[in-house]
């Protein structure tokens, strides 16, 4: 299974961008997808996660309100739309699959990473 990532980009504070995460590769059904992002100097943070079945979505305190995760699973694809946003949400920001039913905001619960998007946002 191959993940990758993209849609990142430099915006003003206040601006929005959509992130997608297209995956490739074997039949692909995981239990969760996810979002997480590291900003320099600091650690890799989770910022949202959907099931793969059912509607269940689940967000950091730091985004709720914000960022919507959806999925498309005929697409085999996940996105993230980020909105209202600050200057705090710059980081690389990674999706992940994660195979069993874990801990959806853990990373090292995840079986397969992306490579990163990098998202910039200006004051």
């Known amino acids: 299974v191959q993940l990758q990532a993209s849609g990142g980009g430099l915006v003003q504070a206040g601006g929005s961008l959509r992130l997608s995460c297209a995956a490739s590769?074997?039949?692909?059904?995981?239990?969760?997808m996810g979002w997480f992002r590291q900003a320099p100097g600091k650690e890799r943070e989770f910022v949202a996660a959907?099931?793969?079945?059912?509607?269940?979505?689940y967000y950091a305190d730091s985004v709720k309100g914000r960022f919507t995760i959806s999925r498309d699973n005929a697409k085999n694809t996940v996105s993230l739309q980020m909105s209202s946003l600050k200057p705090e949400d710059t980081a690389v920001y990674y999706c992940?699959?994660?195979?069993?039913?874990?801990?959806?905001?853990?990373?090292?619960?995840?079986?397969?990473w992306g490579q990163g998007t990098l998202v910039t946002v200006s004051s």
């Open positions: 590769g074997r039949t692909f059904s995981p239990y969760t």
């Open positions: 992940a699959a994660d195979l069993q039913r874990d801990d959806y905001s853990r990373s090292r619960n995840y079986d397969y």
């Open positions: 959907i099931r793969w079945s059912g509607s269940n979505t």
